[in-house]
C-alpha cells in the first residue's frame, strides 16, 4: 500500500510563495498519476492541480493557473506544488493523492490514495 507524507505547509503573507512536497512510499508511485486538492473550513474540497505519471501533462484549476506549478521528480517518489503569487483565499489543507493508472484525475473520487494534508494560511 502506497503512503503519502505532505510537508511544507505555512504562514505566509500574501504574495509570497511556497513549495509542497509530497514524498509517497511504495514501488507503484511511477505509474500513478498524482493530484493536490485543497479543502478551505466549510467548504467542499477541490482539485488544484494534477500530474500524470511521466510529468508529460498537468492539469490546473483556473483560479491557480499561472501561479502553481506541479511537478514530480520519480526517482525521488516525490510530486511537488509550487505556489506562487499566494493568495488569502489559497488559505485550507492541502492534500496529496494518488491515482492507480496514468491518467489525471480532476475530481476526488478518480483518486485511490491520499496524504493527512498540510495546512497553507495566507494572510492579507
Known amino acids: 500500500q502506497v503512503q503519502l507524507v ?8 500574501a504574495g509570497g510563495s ?18 493536490w486538492f485543497r479543502q478551505a473550513p466549510g467548504q467542499e474540497r477541490e482539485s488544484v492541480a494534477a500530474i500524470s505519471y511521466s510529468g508529460s501533462r498537468t492539469y490546473y484549476a483556473d483560479s491557480v493557473k499561472g501561479r502553481f506549478t506541479i511537478s514530480r521528480d520519480n526517482a525521488k517518489n516525490t510530486v511537488y506544488l509550487q505556489m506562487n503569487n499566494l493568495k488569502p483565499e489559497d488559505t485550507g489543507v492541502y492534500y496529496c493523492a494518488g491515482r492507480l493508472g496514468g491518467t489525471m484525475g ?14 497553507v494560511t495566507v494572510s492579507s
Open 6 to 13: 505532505e510537508s511544507g505547509g505555512g504562514l505566509v503573507q
Open 18 to 35: 511556497l513549495r509542497l512536497s509530497c514524498a509517497a512510499s511504495g514501488r507503484t508511485f511511477s505509474s500513478n498519476a498524482m493530484g
Open 106 to 119: 480532476r475530481n476526488s473520487y478518480d483518486y485511490d490514495y491520499w496524504g493527512q494534508g498540510t495546512q
